[in-house]
């Protein structure tokens, strides 16, 4: 079992920057692919980053691709994910999520642990 508790969500401009640490307890994140989702006020979660397990290699929607930055660090249990640039658009739930089976997973039935995710809300 891995737990995952995400934090650094809040109330930014639009422009603005944030990051969004997860840390995870019960066993390594080394053995997983980790993934960052979010999931906007009335629509379906959505994937936005992902990085396989030695960091080497990275995902990411179109949406955030070239302003959202996905990373790892193993040693410490922890995937951060850096927001910058931030738009209205990019208001939602953000959930940190693990997967075990992949080497790279951008779906969310890949998954198989989940944060319970911290709100970002973008004004304009």
């Known amino acids: 079992q891995v737990q995952l508790v995400e934090s650094g969500g809040g109330l930014v401009q639009a422009g603005g920057s944030l990051g969004l640490p997860c840390a995870a307890s019960g066993r390594t994140i080394s053995s997983y692919v980790m993934g960052w989702f979010r999931q906007p006020p009335g629509k379906e979660r959505e994937f936005v980053a992902a990085?396989?397990?030695?960091?080497?290699?990275?995902s990411y929607s179109d949406s955030v691709k070239g302003r959202f930055t996905i990373s790892r660090d193993n040693a410490k249990n922890m995937v951060y994910l850096q927001m910058n640039n931030l738009k209205p658009e990019d208001t939602a739930v953000y959930y940190c999520?693990?997967?075990?089976?992949?080497?790279?997973?951008?779906?969310?039935?890949?998954?198989?642990?989940w944060g319970q995710g911290t709100q970002v809300t973008v004004s304009s």
């Open positions: 999520a693990a997967a075990g089976r992949f080497s790279i997973a951008t779906s969310r039935t890949q998954y198989d642990y």
């Open positions: 990085v396989s397990r030695s960091g080497g290699t990275t």
